[in-house]
């Protein structure tokens, strides 16, 4: 019962020795902040590479992919074999290749990873839809600047938003005018592009029975009279290449669409007039892109003219600054995956499942099953044709390395415990040595060795559980108010801590694990115990008339 | 209420030739040469002897908070010297009190703590919860008893020399000890508090038949008690009724 009051009196008046446990405290706090922003970080990164990547990939070792005629058995067999544990699947080609564009008539090129996808069932695999640009809110210093273009929750497809396409309709009148101009001038035209020829009204009445228009662009767009009498219409250019059959009314998107990462076509700078960093588009969405890529078999140049639908920022920054998604049949008709029923206009009716693919992206019901899904897609797909991973397999040395980083840094924080622990040994050490009147008092009064030594094993366990319990309300509660914290050191500071155009946050992303609480709690108070054990022997070791006479 | 010893032949306590020698580097200095002494049930002894005589070593060998080179200490018969220091701890508990020239009280706790501190220590978290307001009781009589009733709130710092010894005594009797040990009690205090404090030891003596062993220097506090025995160099030498 002594030892209870004892050590209850001893941590109430003992105040160096609270101020020993400060560390303690610092230490058990930082740990969870730290590890908070960790698995925060690590959360939102896994997340954002499931809004690209999906839960099981199928793909050919080849980048010709599957025989045209095997698309569809693939998806089969898979559907066979997994069917039960599959949520979604969405067939792709990736292939390597350039993404060219001019700016101000200077010609940017771009390496990049091509993804021919089809937007309904790849937004059901990975839910990238969320990641568009004109899906989300912009936002600045945590005030909503401009709201979404359109709403989020609208399914996945190639449209362009109205806004875009008025856009695109200004800078076709725009070019236009440029180049009547320079007709009528005889001056060079410096705007890069085939120089058009003004066309006269039947071809306009040709352009508006194009049947490549986009039906989709006709019902959204409004001024369908001003398309139609638009005299811009090229069908009938002697200059164009092969491709002068799709050219059209440059005021419509072309067939070909494309959702380009935005590492690709912004550029973040900071504006001289208020010195805030600002995003800078070289490609606006409604513009178009020239993609080329190689064909399969003979790996010839394959070059096609696609219109940005849409810009996408994952957050993930390899992806976002390689990554352009585009129409899956646009992709196989370019790569000669795919041709169209009618031989005479091969790129009528395209329709992917005849073409071939190089991916087959898989969602599951339950993450839980992908290594028994994987292990069956592997026994019954040929290995020598078909490779099977998980993403996390895929992405393998990324999540490591953030395992490896969390880790190292989790032992450092807690060598700065242990470190702590030395702190409260020292200052016990004293403490004991200040009580060694008291302890020969209690063993003159009938204390047993080892009642006195459980005083002070208490006291530390004591002075443990208040230090600790005392990190992990700061810990949690600068956890809770990190981006607040953030804030006002950035105010201090006169510059932003966390640049959230570099992190791509909005805000500091924080997972609290209560087990890891839990853990870093309980080790904290075990380090004070084990350093109480020590200075608590040597109490228990006192010889009371010694200790008696000690002054 | 005086009792007679049962058994003359026994004495309550006893001491029997104790040899006790300290170590200093390599020298081996002894205190204690052969010293034989023993109390009757209910009797007041005074050691009396110079610094350095070996008076309180041997009220510490005697209440156990040390061992004897040679010799034995017995109570009621019984060696008792020799018990593995759970049971030396639970005599000390149950049958010594301890009284001390400097007070020994523990500056964190109140006065009733203190007090309470032999009863704390005897029991375990559950049967002191069970008594406490029992030993609480017994507390607040016995500081009644000594007229510190109302500092009972205050802590050691807070009181002056006369009280603390007062508290002191509380704190050895609150359980119910047999023999009371006492360490030079008047010797930090000055004439009159210390006359207040052998009152206090003479009326526990007279009034409940406590047998009180005490080592002092000071011939006129010894003469209160009922016999002197002098020490000279750890050895004793003559045996006196007191005046």
């Given amino acids: 019962m002594y030892v209870i009051l004892l050590a209850g009196h001893y941590l109430r008046t003992k105040y160096i020795a609270l101020v020993s446990i400060i560390s303690i405290t610092l230490g058990v706090a930082t740990m969870i902040v730290v590890n908070s922003v960790m698995s925060g970080f690590s959360c939102e990164m896994r997340d954002r590479i499931k809004g690209i990547l999906a839960d099981v990939i199928v793909e050919t070792h080849s980048k010709d992919g599957t025989a045209a005629e095997d698309t569809l058995v693939l998806m089969e067999k898979v559907e066979e074999v997994v069917g039960d544990k599959i949520d979604a699947m969405t067939p792709t080609v990736e292939i390597y290749g350039m993404m060219s564009f001019d700016v101000a008539g200077h010609p940017f090129h771009r390496p990049v990873t091509l993804v021919g996808i089809v937007p309904d069932s790849k937004n059901r695999v990975s839910p990238m839809a969320e990641n568009l640009m004109t899906r989300q809110a912009i936002y600045k210093n945590g005030e909503l600047v401009l709201p979404p273009l359109r709403d989020p929750a609208l399914p996945l497809n190639w449209d362009l938003t109205p806004e875009h396409l008025e856009r695109r309709k200004d800078r076709a009148y725009e070019m236009q005018m440029r180049e009547q101009m320079s007709v009528e001038f005889g001056s060079t035209s410096t705007v890069p592009g085939p120089i058009q020829p003004v066309s006269n009204e039947v071809d306009a009445e040709a352009a508006s029975l194009d049947p490549f228009l986009v039906p989709a662009a006709l019902e959204s767009s409004e001024g369908e009279e001003s398309e139609s009498s638009d005299p811009f219409s090229n069908s009938a250019d002697p200059f164009n290449s092969g491709a002068a059959a799709e050219q059209q009314d440059p005021s419509q998107p072309l067939s070909a669409r494309v959702f380009v990462g935005a590492g690709l076509v912004t550029y973040p700078y900071r504006d001289p007039q208020t010195g805030e960093v600002e995003i800078g588009y070289l490609v606006q969405p409604g513009e178009d892109v020239n993609i080329t890529t190689i064909k399969t078999g003979v790996p010839e140049p394959a070059r096609f003219k696609a219109t940005v639908a849409d810009v996408f920022k994952s957050g993930m920054s390899e992806y976002d600054s390689t990554l352009v998604f585009c129409n899956l049949e646009e992709l196989q008709y370019a790569r000669g995956m795919l041709t169209g029923p009618d031989v005479s206009h091969p790129h009528d009716n395209l329709d992917w499942r005849n073409g071939q693919i190089t991916t087959l992206q898989i969602k599951l019901k339950d993450y839980q099953d992908a290594d028994e899904v994987v292990r069956r897609l592997r026994s019954e797909l040929p290995s020598a044709y078909f490779a099977v991973n998980t993403w996390e397999q895929k992405q393998g040395p990324l999540l490591e390395a953030v395992k490896v980083e969390s880790a190292i840094l989790n032992v450092l924080l807690f060598l700065i415990i242990a470190v702590a622990g030395f702190g409260i040994l020292g200052i016990f050490y004293m403490v004991v040595v200040e009580k060694t009147r008291d302890i020969g008092i209690l063993k003159s009064l009938g204390a047993s060795s080892s009642g006195v030594m459980s005083v002070f094993l208490t006291y530390g366990l004591s002075l443990g559980m208040v230090g600790a319990g005392a990190g992990v309300v700061l810990g949690l509660l600068f956890v809770h108010y990190i981006n607040e914290i953030e804030g006002l050191i950035s105010s201090i500071m006169g510059h932003k801590v966390f640049d959230e155009e570099i992190y791509y946050f909005q805000k500091i992303p924080t997972v609290v694990d209560p087990l890891t609480v839990f853990l870093v709690a309980v080790s904290a108070i075990l380090i004070a115990v084990c350093a109480s054990i020590l200075p608590a022997w040597r109490a228990a070791s006192q010889h009371p008339v010694k200790a008696l006479r000690f002054e | ?243």
Avoid at chain 2, 166 to 178: D, G, T, W
């Fill in chain 2, 1 to 243: 209420m005086r009792t007679l010893p049962m058994k003359p032949t026994v004495p309550h306590l006893c001491a029997v030739a104790l040899d006790k020698a300290y170590r200093k580097g390599q020298h081996r200095i002894p205190v204690l040469r052969g010293v034989d002494i023993s109390a009757q049930e209910g009797e007041f002894i005074s050691i009396v002897g110079q610094s350095g005589s070996g008076k309180s070593t041997l009220l510490h060998l005697m209440g156990l908070l040390d061992g004897p080179d040679v010799g034995e200490v017995r109570l009621k018969g019984d060696r008792i010297d020799n018990l593995p220091s759970g049971g030396r701890d639970r005599i000390r508990n149950q049958v010594f009190g301890f009284v001390f020239q400097s007070y020994h009280l523990l500056p964190e706790l109140s006065l009733v703590e203190n007090v309470l501190t032999p009863l704390l220590i005897r029991h375990n978290l559950f049967s002191y919860w069970r008594h406490r307001a029992e030993f609480r009781e017994q507390a607040t009589e016995i500081i009644e008893r000594v007229g510190l009733t109302h500092r009972l709130r205050h802590r050691p710092s807070e009181l002056s020399g006369g009280e603390l010894q007062r508290a002191a005594i509380a704190r050895a009797l609150v359980a119910s000890p047999e023999v009371l040990l006492a360490d030079e009690p008047t010797g930090n205090l000055d004439a009159h508090t210390g006359s207040e404090i052998m009152d206090l030891l003479c009326s526990l003596n007279e009034d409940e038949g406590l047998t009180i062993i005490m080592v002092t220097h000071d011939e006129k506090i010894a003469n209160l008690s009922q016999r002197i025995v002098r020490l000279t160099e750890g050895r004793i030498q003559e045996l006196e009724e007191a005046a």
